[in-house]
């Protein structure tokens, strides 16, 4: 009889550590989704400003004028 407690004891011991080890991967999990949808968010923005920045520069070169050939003004 004391060893079914004690395996009773060791199951529920081992419940318990895997209910904890659930919760904190719960955690984990929720917080690396929110970081991926904002940097879903972020690649998206960039992807936006890199087009516009594209445009810029044909319109740009069309007109005679070309971005990629200015020097930034550090030089």
Avoid at 11 to 28: G, H, V, Y
Avoid at 39 to 54: A, F, G, S, V, Y
């Amino acid at each position: 009889m004391a060893n079914q407690n004690s395996d009773i004891e060791d199951l529920q011991s081992r419940l318990a550590f895997q209910e904890d080890t659930i919760a904190s991967l719960d955690k984990i999990v929720a917080t690396q989704d929110r970081a991926i949808s904002d940097l879903t968010k972020q690649i998206t923005h960039l992807n936006e400003q890199i087009k516009e920045l594209r445009e810029a520069v044909r319109s740009s070169q069309s007109g005679g004028f070309n971005l990629v050939d200015e020097r930034p003004p550090h030089y």
